[in-house]
Protein backbone atom coordinates (compact mmCIF):
# COMPACT_ATOMS: atom_id res chain seq x y z
CA UNK A 1 0.00 0.00 0.00
CA UNK A 2 1.00 3.66 -0.81
CA UNK A 3 1.18 4.69 2.76
CA UNK A 4 3.77 1.96 3.62
CA UNK A 5 6.14 3.11 0.89
CA UNK A 6 8.60 5.91 2.09
CA UNK A 7 7.50 9.30 0.56
CA UNK A 8 10.48 11.26 -1.20
CA UNK A 9 10.31 15.10 -1.78
CA UNK A 10 12.08 14.79 -5.23
CA UNK A 11 12.38 11.13 -7.35
CA UNK A 12 15.06 12.15 -10.16
CA UNK A 13 14.07 9.36 -12.94
CA UNK A 14 17.67 8.77 -14.52
CA UNK A 15 21.18 8.97 -13.39
CA UNK A 16 23.32 10.20 -16.35
CA UNK A 17 25.10 13.45 -15.47
CA UNK A 18 22.18 16.05 -15.52
CA UNK A 19 20.46 13.78 -13.34
CA UNK A 20 23.64 13.44 -10.94
CA UNK A 21 23.97 17.71 -10.77
CA UNK A 22 19.81 17.41 -10.34
CA UNK A 23 20.39 15.35 -6.94
CA UNK A 24 23.12 17.45 -6.01
CA UNK A 25 21.18 20.41 -5.93
CA UNK A 26 18.28 18.83 -4.67
CA UNK A 27 20.16 17.60 -1.78
CA UNK A 28 21.20 21.44 -1.47
CA UNK A 29 17.55 22.69 -1.04
CA UNK A 30 17.09 20.09 1.32
CA UNK A 31 14.76 17.94 -0.23
CA UNK A 32 14.20 14.45 0.47
CA UNK A 33 15.43 12.74 -3.04
CA UNK A 34 15.80 9.50 -4.60
CA UNK A 35 17.28 8.95 -8.26
CA UNK A 36 16.77 5.61 -10.12
CA UNK A 37 18.52 4.39 -12.51
CA UNK A 38 18.03 1.41 -15.72
CA UNK A 39 21.71 0.56 -15.75
CA UNK A 40 23.54 -1.25 -13.44
CA UNK A 41 25.89 2.28 -12.79
CA UNK A 42 25.45 5.78 -12.90
CA UNK A 43 26.74 8.38 -15.33
CA UNK A 44 24.30 7.29 -17.92
CA UNK A 45 25.92 6.82 -21.65
CA UNK A 46 28.97 8.83 -20.64
CA UNK A 47 30.96 6.16 -19.03
CA UNK A 48 29.30 3.46 -21.83
CA UNK A 49 30.10 5.18 -24.86
CA UNK A 50 32.66 7.05 -24.41
CA UNK A 51 34.87 7.00 -21.14
CA UNK A 52 38.44 7.49 -22.58
CA UNK A 53 36.79 10.46 -24.61
CA UNK A 54 37.92 14.06 -23.43
CA UNK A 55 35.05 16.67 -22.91
CA UNK A 56 35.94 20.30 -23.44
CA UNK A 57 32.79 22.31 -23.57
CA UNK A 58 31.66 22.62 -19.59
CA UNK A 59 33.04 25.53 -17.99
CA UNK A 60 35.48 25.62 -16.06
CA UNK A 61 36.63 22.22 -16.87
CA UNK A 62 39.24 22.93 -19.82
CA UNK A 63 39.57 19.18 -20.50
CA UNK A 64 38.44 16.00 -18.50
CA UNK A 65 37.53 12.34 -19.85
CA UNK A 66 34.27 10.92 -19.77
CA UNK A 67 35.29 8.59 -16.97
CA UNK A 68 36.70 10.93 -14.63
CA UNK A 69 34.01 13.42 -15.15
CA UNK A 70 31.75 10.48 -14.20
CA UNK A 71 33.64 9.56 -10.90
CA UNK A 72 33.27 13.84 -9.95
CA UNK A 73 29.62 14.38 -11.01
CA UNK A 74 28.79 10.75 -8.32
CA UNK A 75 31.06 11.98 -5.79
CA UNK A 76 29.29 15.32 -5.96
CA UNK A 77 25.54 14.04 -6.51
CA UNK A 78 26.34 11.95 -3.00
CA UNK A 79 27.18 14.75 -1.00
CA UNK A 80 23.77 14.85 0.72
CA UNK A 81 23.20 10.85 0.90
CA UNK A 82 20.32 10.72 -2.14
CA UNK A 83 18.68 7.30 -1.92
CA UNK A 84 20.32 5.88 -5.21
CA UNK A 85 18.48 2.88 -6.92
CA UNK A 86 20.11 1.13 -9.68
CA UNK A 87 18.55 -2.06 -12.31
CA UNK A 88 15.48 -0.55 -12.26
CA UNK A 89 13.29 0.86 -15.02
CA UNK A 90 10.31 2.83 -14.47
CA UNK A 91 7.33 2.01 -15.85
CA UNK A 92 4.14 3.58 -14.20
CA UNK A 93 3.13 6.48 -12.74
CA UNK A 94 -0.29 6.71 -11.00
CA UNK A 95 -1.23 10.08 -9.12
CA UNK A 96 -2.82 9.54 -5.41
CA UNK A 97 -5.61 10.94 -3.84
CA UNK A 98 -3.22 12.59 -1.99
CA UNK A 99 -1.52 14.47 -4.53
CA UNK A 100 1.33 12.37 -4.76
CA UNK A 101 2.62 10.15 -6.94
CA UNK A 102 3.31 6.61 -7.02
CA UNK A 103 6.18 5.13 -9.60
CA UNK A 104 6.02 1.23 -10.01
CA UNK A 105 8.78 -0.24 -12.16
CA UNK A 106 9.82 -3.20 -14.03
CA UNK A 107 10.49 -5.41 -11.28
CA UNK A 108 7.46 -3.97 -9.29
CA UNK A 109 9.68 -2.00 -7.12
CA UNK A 110 7.03 1.09 -5.76
CA UNK A 111 8.49 4.70 -5.12
CA UNK A 112 6.11 7.03 -3.79
CA UNK A 113 7.29 10.66 -3.97
CA UNK A 114 5.82 14.49 -4.09
CA UNK A 115 7.32 15.13 -7.38
CA UNK A 116 9.10 13.86 -10.16
CA UNK A 117 12.09 14.93 -12.50
CA UNK A 118 12.54 13.35 -15.55
CA UNK A 119 16.17 12.79 -16.56
CA UNK A 120 16.54 9.72 -19.19
CA UNK A 121 18.17 11.59 -21.84
CA UNK A 122 16.43 9.84 -25.14
CA UNK A 123 15.62 7.12 -22.86
CA UNK A 124 16.93 3.64 -23.48
CA UNK A 125 20.07 3.88 -25.99
CA UNK A 126 20.70 1.15 -27.95
CA UNK A 127 23.21 0.92 -30.90
CA UNK A 128 21.90 0.14 -34.07
CA UNK A 129 23.20 -3.35 -35.10
CA UNK A 130 25.43 -4.54 -38.11
CA UNK A 131 22.68 -5.54 -40.41
CA UNK A 132 25.02 -8.46 -41.55
CA UNK A 133 24.55 -12.48 -40.82
CA UNK A 134 28.00 -12.97 -39.55
CA UNK A 135 27.76 -9.88 -37.65
CA UNK A 136 27.03 -11.73 -34.35
CA UNK A 137 29.98 -14.50 -34.64
CA UNK A 138 32.15 -11.44 -33.93
CA UNK A 139 30.29 -9.14 -31.38
CA UNK A 140 32.20 -8.82 -27.96
CA UNK A 141 35.39 -10.16 -29.39
CA UNK A 142 36.51 -8.18 -32.33
CA UNK A 143 33.29 -6.23 -33.23
CA UNK A 144 32.32 -3.18 -31.09
CA UNK A 145 29.36 -0.63 -31.11
CA UNK A 146 31.71 1.68 -28.61
CA UNK A 147 35.16 1.78 -27.52
CA UNK A 148 36.15 1.13 -24.04
CA UNK A 149 39.64 0.90 -23.86
CA UNK A 150 41.68 2.71 -26.93
CA UNK A 151 44.51 0.66 -26.08
CA UNK A 152 42.65 -2.67 -26.90
CA UNK A 153 43.11 -1.11 -30.87
CA UNK A 154 46.72 -0.77 -30.38
CA UNK A 155 48.67 -2.44 -33.25
CA UNK A 156 45.45 -3.51 -35.07
CA UNK A 157 43.81 -2.49 -38.31
CA UNK A 158 40.43 -1.13 -37.57
CA UNK A 159 37.63 -0.56 -39.89
CA UNK A 160 34.85 2.04 -38.67
CA UNK A 161 31.29 1.86 -40.22
CA UNK A 162 29.65 5.05 -40.09
CA UNK A 163 29.81 8.50 -41.12
CA UNK A 164 28.11 10.79 -37.99
CA UNK A 165 30.29 12.23 -35.24
CA UNK A 166 31.14 9.35 -33.12
CA UNK A 167 32.60 7.29 -36.06
CA UNK A 168 34.79 10.68 -37.20
CA UNK A 169 35.47 11.55 -33.66
CA UNK A 170 36.69 7.51 -32.74
CA UNK A 171 39.06 7.61 -35.96
CA UNK A 172 40.48 10.88 -34.66
CA UNK A 173 41.45 9.29 -31.82
CA UNK A 174 42.89 6.11 -32.73
CA UNK A 175 45.32 7.90 -34.82
CA UNK A 176 48.83 6.41 -33.05
CA UNK A 177 47.68 3.92 -31.70
CA UNK A 178 45.81 1.63 -34.29
CA UNK A 179 48.09 0.35 -37.04
CA UNK A 180 45.78 1.14 -39.46
CA UNK A 181 42.23 3.08 -39.60
CA UNK A 182 39.60 2.54 -42.33
CA UNK A 183 36.59 4.68 -42.30
CA UNK A 184 33.78 3.44 -44.63
CA UNK A 185 30.34 5.45 -44.97
CA UNK A 186 27.68 4.81 -47.68
CA UNK A 187 26.71 8.29 -48.25
CA UNK A 188 29.07 11.34 -50.12
CA UNK A 189 28.84 13.50 -47.33
CA UNK A 190 30.00 12.72 -43.72
CA UNK A 191 27.19 14.34 -41.27
CA UNK A 192 29.89 15.27 -38.26
CA UNK A 193 31.52 18.55 -36.98
CA UNK A 194 33.05 19.64 -39.75
CA UNK A 195 36.21 20.58 -38.23
CA UNK A 196 36.45 17.06 -36.94
CA UNK A 197 35.86 15.79 -40.45
CA UNK A 198 38.75 18.33 -41.84
CA UNK A 199 41.15 16.78 -39.28
CA UNK A 200 40.34 13.33 -40.26
CA UNK A 201 40.58 13.88 -43.74
CA UNK A 202 44.08 15.19 -43.22
CA UNK A 203 45.32 12.13 -41.27
CA UNK A 204 46.38 8.75 -42.04
CA UNK A 205 42.86 7.72 -42.08
CA UNK A 206 41.75 6.09 -45.27
CA UNK A 207 38.34 6.73 -46.15
CA UNK A 208 35.88 5.39 -48.32
CA UNK A 209 32.44 7.20 -49.35
CA UNK A 210 30.04 6.13 -50.51
CA UNK A 211 30.94 2.88 -49.43
CA UNK A 212 29.32 0.31 -47.00
CA UNK A 213 30.19 -2.94 -45.16
CA UNK A 214 29.26 -5.93 -46.75
CA UNK A 215 30.94 -9.10 -45.41
CA UNK A 216 33.05 -10.39 -42.81
CA UNK A 217 35.48 -12.70 -42.84
CA UNK A 218 37.24 -14.80 -39.76
CA UNK A 219 37.64 -18.06 -37.37
CA UNK A 220 36.55 -18.40 -33.51
CA UNK A 221 35.20 -14.98 -33.29
CA UNK A 222 37.88 -12.66 -34.50
CA UNK A 223 37.54 -10.94 -37.96
CA UNK A 224 41.03 -11.19 -40.08
CA UNK A 225 39.27 -9.40 -43.32
CA UNK A 226 36.54 -7.39 -44.52
CA UNK A 227 35.01 -6.36 -47.97
CA UNK A 228 33.03 -3.39 -49.15
CA UNK A 229 31.24 -2.19 -51.57
CA UNK A 230 30.75 0.95 -53.85
CA UNK A 231 26.62 2.24 -53.34
CA UNK A 232 26.42 3.15 -56.57
CA UNK A 233 28.82 1.01 -59.07
CA UNK A 234 28.89 -1.68 -57.24
CA UNK A 235 32.39 -2.37 -57.18
CA UNK A 236 34.36 -4.29 -53.86
CA UNK A 237 37.12 -4.23 -52.23
CA UNK A 238 38.49 -6.48 -49.86
CA UNK A 239 41.56 -5.49 -47.02
CA UNK A 240 42.66 -7.33 -43.64
CA UNK A 241 41.23 -6.05 -40.54
CA UNK A 242 41.69 -7.10 -37.38
CA UNK A 243 38.47 -4.81 -35.45
CA UNK A 244 35.65 -3.83 -36.14
CA UNK A 245 33.72 -0.53 -34.54
CA UNK A 246 30.06 0.10 -36.10
CA UNK A 247 28.90 3.10 -35.47
CA UNK A 248 25.33 3.62 -37.13
CA UNK A 249 23.02 5.21 -34.43
CA UNK A 250 20.97 4.64 -31.68
CA UNK A 251 17.81 3.16 -31.73
CA UNK A 252 15.81 5.26 -28.62
CA UNK A 253 12.84 3.93 -26.61
CA UNK A 254 11.58 6.23 -23.70
CA UNK A 255 9.84 3.08 -22.94
CA UNK A 256 6.17 3.29 -20.90
CA UNK A 257 7.10 6.99 -19.92
CA UNK A 258 5.56 7.87 -23.64
CA UNK A 259 2.34 6.67 -22.59
CA UNK A 260 1.99 8.76 -19.22
CA UNK A 261 0.35 10.99 -21.02
CA UNK A 262 2.63 13.62 -21.54
CA UNK A 263 2.73 16.05 -24.10
CA UNK A 264 5.75 15.20 -26.49
CA UNK A 265 7.28 16.31 -29.75
CA UNK A 266 9.99 14.74 -31.63
CA UNK A 267 10.54 12.15 -29.06
CA UNK A 268 11.40 14.75 -26.01
CA UNK A 269 8.76 16.29 -23.67
CA UNK A 270 7.51 19.41 -23.83
CA UNK A 271 8.37 21.42 -20.83
CA UNK A 272 7.58 25.28 -20.15
CA UNK A 273 9.89 27.66 -18.62
CA UNK A 274 9.80 26.01 -14.77
CA UNK A 275 10.85 22.97 -16.73
CA UNK A 276 7.17 21.12 -15.50
CA UNK A 277 5.43 18.99 -18.05
CA UNK A 278 1.49 19.24 -18.59
CA UNK A 279 1.31 16.79 -15.74
CA UNK A 280 1.24 19.04 -12.31
CA UNK A 281 4.39 17.96 -10.51
CA UNK A 282 6.89 15.85 -13.08
CA UNK A 283 8.95 17.56 -14.83
CA UNK A 284 11.60 17.20 -17.65
CA UNK A 285 15.49 18.16 -17.68
CA UNK A 286 18.59 17.71 -20.44
CA UNK A 287 17.81 15.75 -23.52
CA UNK A 288 14.48 14.57 -22.82
CA UNK A 289 13.02 17.98 -22.16
CA UNK A 290 11.97 20.31 -25.04
CA UNK A 291 11.61 24.14 -24.97
CA UNK A 292 12.20 27.16 -27.46
CA UNK A 293 16.52 27.64 -27.70
CA UNK A 294 16.82 24.33 -26.05
CA UNK A 295 20.57 24.08 -25.65
CA UNK A 296 21.56 19.63 -26.35
CA UNK A 297 24.84 19.99 -24.66
CA UNK A 298 25.81 18.89 -20.82
CA UNK A 299 26.06 22.44 -19.94
CA UNK A 300 22.49 23.29 -20.79
CA UNK A 301 21.31 20.54 -18.66
CA UNK A 302 23.36 21.48 -15.61
CA UNK A 303 20.93 24.29 -16.15
CA UNK A 304 17.58 22.47 -16.58
CA UNK A 305 18.49 20.66 -13.54
CA UNK A 306 18.37 23.40 -10.74
CA UNK A 307 15.37 25.32 -12.31
CA UNK A 308 13.25 21.95 -12.13
CA UNK A 309 14.06 21.69 -8.32
CA UNK A 310 13.26 24.97 -7.44
CA UNK A 311 9.81 24.70 -9.13
CA UNK A 312 9.58 21.07 -7.51
CA UNK A 313 10.35 22.90 -4.26
CA UNK A 314 7.46 25.20 -5.05
CA UNK A 315 4.65 22.95 -6.19
CA UNK A 316 5.28 21.36 -2.99
CA UNK A 317 5.40 24.16 -1.10
CA UNK A 318 3.80 27.37 -2.96
CA UNK A 319 3.01 29.69 -0.13
CA UNK A 320 6.91 29.61 1.02
CA UNK A 321 9.82 32.60 -0.36
CA UNK A 322 11.88 30.55 -2.51
CA UNK A 323 15.03 32.38 -1.37
CA UNK A 324 18.51 32.26 -3.70
CA UNK A 325 20.95 29.60 -3.15
CA UNK A 326 24.18 29.56 -3.46
CA UNK A 327 26.90 27.09 -2.93
CA UNK A 328 29.60 29.42 -1.55
CA UNK A 329 28.04 30.30 1.41
CA UNK A 330 25.44 27.13 1.65
CA UNK A 331 25.97 26.06 5.43
CA UNK A 332 25.96 22.59 4.95
CA UNK A 333 28.83 22.83 2.19
CA UNK A 334 31.40 24.63 4.45
CA UNK A 335 32.56 22.23 6.64
CA UNK A 336 32.94 19.43 3.67
CA UNK A 337 36.35 19.42 1.84
Do not use: C
Not at 50 to 71: C, L, M, N, S
Amino acid sequence: MPQDIELYDVTIVGGGPVGLFTAFYSGMREMKTKVIEFLPFLGGKVPYFYPEKVIYDIGGIPRITGEAFTEQLIDQAKTFDPTIVLNEQVMHMEKQPSGHILLTSNNGAKHLTKTVILATGFGSLKSVKLALPEATHYEGTSLHYTIRKMTDFEGKNVLISGGGNSAIDWANELVGIANSISVVYRKSAFSGIERNISKMMSSSVDVYQPYQLTSLSGENGFVSSATIAHTESGSQKEFPVDSVVVNHGFEIDLGPISEWGLKMEDGTIVVDGKMETNIPGIFAVGDISNYPHKLNLIAGGFHDGPIAVNSAKLHISPKEELKPLYSTNHEPLLGKK
